[in-house]
């Protein structure tokens, strides 16, 4: 058995095996329930996970918990997952799950943050989302009587009517990022500007994005009265429309241009159209995705230098499947990918890429995470033709060739000693 063959006997088995695990773990939740009391004494006791989170104003202004340092020491098990929404903003789905209370089964609510809120704005919002999701299991508590709920309306004192939104920019939506910089030093300067644009519209069944950028990167090396200069310039189009079909499926279509010193394209534009399937349904996407999308398309290539198969320009045809998973539960949380490409005219001229981060509690207090990629590469068809220069290879000025790329590091994290973790004391 070849190690392609052998490699993606491996990733099938490494997908099938994680989906059962999801499975059982959402199998198994109802019976883990009813080994525990349904009645909780004093403050709840609660632990959040999550990314972007301002957990010391969390502290302060949720005073009727007790927030705890492990899962297992918890009342009530809160995961916060973020997606960026159509406007720009946030929209973070807050999962509370617990094997405390029988009664309870899992939910999930949800908390919208505009582009243009504050820091303050956006984390007043999650903190009005956070308590209202806990009512059901303070209810279960000896509490519910030392709380209170206001109603805050939008004008005065007087109930306001929600009526539809008239919007002028019909769900469009603009952003942009400026940066420079420069870095010297006696016998070295870098310097580099960045410039990106992009332009979305979403809705529940259309998403189009469009986006441009420029990258310029310029550095100035002086040695033994010689000087070396290294300018790397990219510049990106790209312009995608996706249409929504049903709960798992998607269909769209994609355009790019691209410049590139580095990998040897004067420019390459490509158009592509794709079809995707999701098997989980997608109002699912907070806890679980699988999907698998396949694209097919054409795209013309001008070089810079002839290349190593003596082209400074040609038009080719390429296609890709790709799967990837994310499964987020109270026990850790999977995302991997697996990309296959390869050039239509030569099913030799192919790459395969596998990615993978996973974060796993193993016990109370101990936790692993690893992180793996690996690529394949037998595509590298826009290399340039001839040997390549001591000073281009010192400068980084090009791609080198190469048949793999591979990367991996692994992490523990430890904690023990008092589960609480209300105070918040920030001096020095």
Known sequence: MNFKNSTLIFLLIFFGNALTIAGNETNNKAVARMEYSTRVVGELKIYIEGTR???????????????????ADSDV????????????GSVYSIRFTSKRFANL?????????????TNDEQRRKIKDALIAGLMPFANESNIPGELSVNYRPETGNDITHRISVHDPWNSWTFRGNFNGGINAEESR??????????????????????????????????RNEKTY??????????SGIVK??????????????????????????????????NIFPWDLE???????????????????????????????????????????ETWGEINAGLNASNYVHDFSKNSISFDTRLSFRIVRGLSVNFRFNAERIHNQIYLPKG??????????????????????????????GSIYNNIVNNRL
């Open 77 to 88: 098990h809160i995961i916060f997952s973020r997606k960026t929404s159509g406007s720009g």
């Open 387 to 416: 040997e390549i220069s001591l000073e281009d290879l010192l400068l980084n000025n090009v791609r080198l060739p190469s048949s793999y790329e591979i990367g991996a590091n692994m992490g523990l994290s430890i904690q023990f």
């Open 286 to 328: 907070d806890r679980r995705v699988f999907t698998t999308s396949y694209r097919i398309g054409g795209g013309w290539a001008k070089y810079y230098e002839e290349t190593i198969y003596g082209k400074f320009e040609e038009f080719l045809w390429e296609q890709s499947l790709r799967m990837d998973l994310q499964i987020v």
């Open 229 to 238: 200069i290294s300018e790397r310039v990219s510049n990106n189009f790209s």
């Open 244 to 277: 929504s079909l049903s709960p798992r499926w998607s269909v769209g279509g994609f355009a790019n241009y691209t410049r590139n010193n580095y990998t040897n394209f004067e420019y390459q534009v490509t158009l592509t159209p794709a079809i995707e399937y």
């Open 53 to 71: 989170l301002d957990f010391d104003y969390l502290r302060r202004n949720i005073p009727f918990v007790n927030f705890v340092n492990d899962p």
């Open 105 to 117: 089964s899992d939910y999930t609510i949800s908390a919208t943050t505009n582009a243009s809120d």
């Open 189 to 222: 300067k870098n310097m580099d500007y960045f410039v990106f644009l992009r332009a979305d519209k979403v809705t529940k069944e259309w998403k189009l994005r469009n986006s441009a950028s420029i990258n310029v990167r310029t550095s100035k090396i002086e």
